[in-house]
């Protein structure tokens, strides 16, 4: 390595999200008490993008064929773009970085398709305490089918968050701020990063 | 706690001298503000410091040896002595390379005691964070949310503290490297005082200009309040008018623009340029629609077409009246009441007309010259458009509340009779429904009115219905106008184009970015500033406005249509006073 960094490549290990996707995890150390995790997902995929594409653009020629009005094969190209770009610049994140500085604070950055980025900056001074929580996550389609009537499925799933202190009473905790929220990892994962963390907060 | 060292990145390639800046207190944190150069006396820097004004200490040294000056290192730490603090930072850097090095000296009664790295087993090089700041930025920027009162030292929390440093020492920014003075320095405008002769020009220009605006506005308020404008009825008339209103809303934002008093709050300042640029636009806006207007006599053709318009709106009504007098939609109408009715509003079409066309020689004149009052802006055009149309459609206002007035005065009726034919009474004092006996020629006579007017209730709602549709259509657009003239007076252009273009001016917070460094040096941090999100500015920075608001939800619209009492969907809420 050429810089005091040290990388950790998840050769060994694959990571999936809750919904099954393969997911990345890098970790990368700048210092004894600096780290940044970087959570990528699965990128915009050609097939999907060719499938709405076609189905937008059939149903366009249907009703053209149908009304015999070109406004409507235009927009449904203006819809197409349109939604296209809405979606890879406000939709679809491409990674989430944590980067902790021990007795500075966490910083928290979603990075989207189109190269938005989002960021988030938390003092140490306001934070209390990184966990992982458990949630209730409704999942509303129906995977087996055998069974016959539509269910609304539930299912835990763990999320890593962020502890606030409240100004007024240093004990409570005033609010969470949930973490990794797009890419969702399963806990393997979140352990890690969880660990890592710890590592840095009891040092500083 | 780790020490973290906040440093300009004005001062990265600067010549050796003595830090100065400021500590942070209870968080472990210097901030660096400039690197004052050899030659100097420790006397007259001490005098600098004293004078300047602004909360300064000298941190420490910085050296970043050229060819030919080796053998610093000593004179550096005898600097050490002649200036007595806590804590004393060493700081060096070696041309060609990026990391910077580290070296704290505590000094304790008189005995040295030293730190260097490498000493203590490469932890104390662990031990520091050294954060690059744009100070140029930093020092332009507000963070957000803005503290009106005075906070608490010991509990705030770092960067509003490193902000407001920064902010506070311009004092010290003003002297570069062109003055004589006694120290040379190193900062952000020490190649040269930054400044816009355009800024300067209007900061100049800006005074008997206001002076001007103010005497004028005094006029003109004076007149407005004087004994004859403000007897009843032109009060109440003026209190209606939608335009009236506009022009006392822009008069007090002129005197707010206006007032020569500088503003010294980042908040105030923001509405003064938020409420001159909005101005500027719409009067902008007005004029290029007075011009488009009164090219080509379109105010003329405008005028021309007003009239026959109101006539083809009464024709279109008389119409209607027809329909309903005969069988509309094969509904069957108590053929008495819907023979009044149906004359008792044909006959007030007629007078309408009648009015309009006498009115209607003059109509052009009027309008040409209340036409040119739409100078003053796009919003006072948008609020004579609605006053217009308000003037217009009186008729329909009017029918309205007599087809509302009959429908309430049936429903009411009706249902003190339900109650009677029950055997029930409401009770006025309890607020309450009770039983109560009545005689039995109460009783004869209620069911007789009852039924009369179960019976004649079909006819009178479809007249209310009818009106109802029609009162809402003109308050529809009156509120579409309203909103827009709302939306151009209340939208923050000036804070929304320096969020555009200035980003670092309106700050959320800061982002971190880890500089790649070389091994054996402390962790570098890029301290970038955040800029607010844009649905924030809009909200933090609104103009607070007499908004036209709906004053009643959905379900308590729908109830009040049902049982006939009379809506005013738009209500003006009265400015704010700040």
């Known amino acids: 390595m050429q810089n005091g960094d040290q990388h950790y490549s998840m050769e060994d290990e694959t990571y999936t999200d809750i919904d099954g996707k393969a997911i990345s995890l890098e970790c990368q150390s700048h210092s004894g008490f600096c780290r940044e995790f970087t959570v990528s997902s699965a990128k915009v995929s050609i097939g999907r993008v060719m499938a709405y594409t076609c189905a937008v653009w059939l149903s366009a020629y249907i009703i053209f064929f149908v009304t015999e009005n070109t406004a409507v094969l235009s927009s449904a190209i203006i819809i197409t773009l349109v939604g296209m770009m809405v979606h890879i610049h406000f939709v679809k994140v491409d990674h989430e970085t944590l980067l902790i500085i021990g007795s500075l604070g966490v910083q928290v950055s979603s990075s989207y398709a189109s190269g938005r980025e989002s960021t988030d900056f938390i003092e140490m001074g306001k934070i209390k305490d990184i966990v992982i929580n458990e949630a209730i996550h409704m999942v509303r389609k129906i995977k087996d089918i055998v069974i016959n009537e539509a269910i609304h499925m539930q299912t835990v799933i763990y999320y890593l968050c962020i502890l606030l202190k409240d100004p007024s009473d240093p004990e409570a905790v005033s609010s969470v701020v949930p973490l990794f929220q797009s890419s969702k990892p399963r806990l393997n994962c979140l352990v890690k990063v969880y660990k890592s963390c710890q590592e840095i907060l009891a040092k500083c | ?578």
């Open chain 2, 1 to 578: 706690m780790v020490l973290k060292i906040f440093f300009p990145q004005c001062c990265n390639k600067a010549d050796s001298g003595l830090l100065v800046g400021r500590w942070i207190p209870g968080q472990n944190s210097a901030v660096v503000l400039a690197v004052i150069h050899y030659p100097f006396i420790p006397g007259q820097v001490k005098q600098y410091i004293q004078q300047s004004g602004v909360d300064l200490t000298v941190l420490g040294s910085w050296s970043m040896p050229k060819e030919g000056q080796e053998g610093m290192e000593s004179f550096l730490r005898d600097l050490s002595t002649i200036f007595p603090q806590g804590q004393w930072l060493q700081l060096s850097r070696e041309m060609g390379k990026i990391g910077f090095r580290y070296g704290k000296l505590i000094q304790q009664e008189k005995e040295l005691k030293e730190d260097v790295e490498g000493e203590e087993g490469g932890g104390e090089k662990d031990k520091v964070i050294f954060i690059h700041y744009e100070q140029r930025k930093v020092m332009l920027s507000q963070l957000h949310p803005v503290d009106n009162g005075v906070p608490d030292p010991q509990t705030e929390s770092q960067l509003p503290q490193v902000f407001g440093t920064v902010c506070q020492s311009e004092p010290l920014f003003f002297l570069d490297k062109y003055d004589d003075g006694p120290v040379k320095m190193t900062h952000w405008q020490s190649e040269g005082r930054e400044g816009s002769i355009i800024v300067e020009l209007m900061k100049q220009a800006s005074t008997p200009v206001c002076l001007l605006t103010t005497w004028i506005l005094t006029l003109w308020t004076s007149l407005c309040s004087s004994r004859i404008l403000n007897v009843r009825p032109m009060r109440f008339i003026s209190s209606k008018l939608s335009t009236c209103l506009q022009l006392s809303y822009r008069t007090e934002h002129l005197q707010t623009v206006c007032s020569p008093t500088r503003a010294t709050a980042h908040n105030h300042f923001m509405r003064k340029a938020n409420i001159f640029v909005s101005f500027f636009v719409d009067v902008s806006l007005g004029l290029l629609l007075v011009s488009w207007m009164y090219r080509e006599n379109r105010i003329g053709k405008l005028a021309n077409t007003l009239v026959p318009a109101a006539d083809h709106v009464a024709k279109e009504l008389e119409e209607l009246l027809q329909w309903l007098m005969g069988a509309p939609a094969g509904l069957k109408m108590n053929r008495a009441l819907d023979q009044v009715l149906g004359r008792f509003f044909l006959y007030h079409i007629h007078l309408w007309i009648s009015y309009i066309h006498l009115m209607s020689p003059f109509i052009e004149m009027i309008l040409w010259y209340v036409g040119l009052s739409a100078c003053l802006g796009l919003t006072f055009a948008l609020s004579l458009l609605s006053d217009i149309t308000a003037l217009l459609t009186f008729h329909i206002y009017c029918f309205y509340v007599y087809g509302a007035r009959l429908y309430c005065m049936t429903v009411y009726g009706l249902s003190s009779l339900w109650r009677l034919f029950r055997g029930k009474k409401w009770n006025v004092l309890r607020q309450r429904v009770d039983s109560c006996s009545y005689d039995l020629d109460q009783l004869f006579i209620g069911t007789l009115l009852f039924t009369i007017l179960l019976f004649l209730l079909p006819t009178t709602a479809l007249y209310y219905l009818v009106f109802t549709l029609l009162r809402l259509v003109v308050v529809m657009f009156q509120g579409v106008l309203h909103l827009s003239v709302d939306f151009i007076n209340s939208f923050p252009l000036f804070a929304m184009g320096l969020r555009l273009f200035r980003s670092y001016r309106l700050a959320e917070g800061v982002k971190f970015r880890v500089l790649c460094e070389e091994p054996g040096t402390p962790l570098h941090l890029m301290m970038d500033i955040n800029p607010l999100k844009v649905s924030s500015v809009v909200q933090t920075y609104r103009t607070p406005t007499y908004s036209c608001y709906p004053k009643d939800s959905w379900l308590a619209l729908c109830k009040k249509l049902f049982l006939g009492e009379l809506i005013y969907p738009w209500r003006h809420k009265t400015t704010k006073i700040d």
